[in-house]
């Protein structure tokens, strides 16, 4: 039977056994407008990208590279609310994001297996928030 795929060589497969499935990705909001081009500003205006700075340094202080990516990302659409984060797992949108959230978005949403029980059950997704940053939806 003809396939498309390749079967994998022996090579392959180690590496990929290499590799870990990363445990959680944060998008953080690094959009950047000039002032007064846009009547809700932007995420960068606010510290977007010293959120993005601060996700980095402690992902790299607790050596967690292999297990969290980092990345910035275009405008989510509630830029009045930026600085914006997405995190998954969970899909869970953070907003007024500050510096000293960062620590306890990594110990809370993503390091702690509490935080599951928040994100199986999408009505709680408040209730994690809550718990992760003390902020009130
Ligand atoms: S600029 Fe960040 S959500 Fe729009």
């Known amino acids: 039977m003809f396939s498309f795929f390749k079967s994998k060589s ?3 497969k180690e590496e990929s ?29 606010r ?3 010293d959120i993005l700075n601060e996700f980095i340094f402690e ?7 292999d297990e969290i990516v980092i990345s910035g990302m275009d405008c989510a659409g509630p830029c009045s609310l930026g600085p914006n984060i997405l995190v998954y ?13 960062v620590k306890k978005i990594i ?3 993503l390091l702690d297996s509490n935080a599951e029980k928040y994100i199986q059950n999408d009505k ?6 809550y718990w992760v940053t003390g902020k009130k939806l």
């Open 89 to 101: 797992p969970g899909g869970v949108m953070y907003s007024q994001v500050q510096k000293s959230d």
């Open 17 to 45: 056994k290499k590799l870990s499935k990363p445990k959680g990705h944060v998008f953080v909001c690094t959009t950047e407008r000039e002032e007064g081009t846009h009547p809700c500003g932007s995420c960068a205006g």
């Open 47 to 49: 510290g977007g990208i």
């Open 10 to 12: 022996d090579s392959d």
């Open 107 to 109: 110990e809370n949403h």
């Open 59 to 65: 992902i790299n202080e607790r050596n967690l590279f």
């Open 124 to 129: 709680s997704i408040s209730e994690l928030i």
